[in-house]
């Protein structure tokens, strides 16, 4: 049989072989985006936890010097009132910290939002979805 004139010999193979290739690609720029996410991921949690500690222990400080004031300064008409409304202050914040922490916990992370919306995207382009269903 004659190959038609726009056909080349091996021409299957080469298709394959391009599709090969292209596919390589394509897991080679998504693994490079999840490399660049985790990344920007990791930086985040780093300077979240190094701020909030830092923020953690000045502030801790310097209510525990204001308590200490207002108690000394207060000391011969109202220490157990100051005590008590610091103590009250104190679990208060605290309360309030871990409630933020619980919502923050179950909120999530965001990480692989991007690569997921990219690989959506290539399944859209490439009719995966209606193959999967």
Not at 112 to 117: G, R, T, Y
């Amino acid at each position: 049989m004659n190959p038609l004139p726009n056909e080349r010999p091996g021409g299957l193979y080469a298709s394959a072989r391009g599709l090969g290739v292209t596919t390589l690609a394509l897991l080679g720029n998504r693994l490079d985006l999840l490399g660049t996410e985790l990344a920007e991921e990791r930086i985040r949690l780093l300077s979240l936890i190094c701020y909030g500690a830092a923020a953690l222990v000045f502030l801790a400080t310097g209510l525990v010097f204001i308590a200490v004031f207002m108690t000394v300064l207060l000391w011969d008409s109202n220490r157990l009132l100051v005590l008590g409304v610091f103590s009250a202050l104190f679990l208060a914040g605290g309360l309030l910290a871990l409630g933020m922490a619980i919502g923050f916990a179950r909120n999530g992370s965001k990480l692989f939002v991007a690569s997921l919306a990219e690989l959506k995207k290539d399944r859209a382009a490439l009719g995966a979805d209606d193959l999967i269903r």
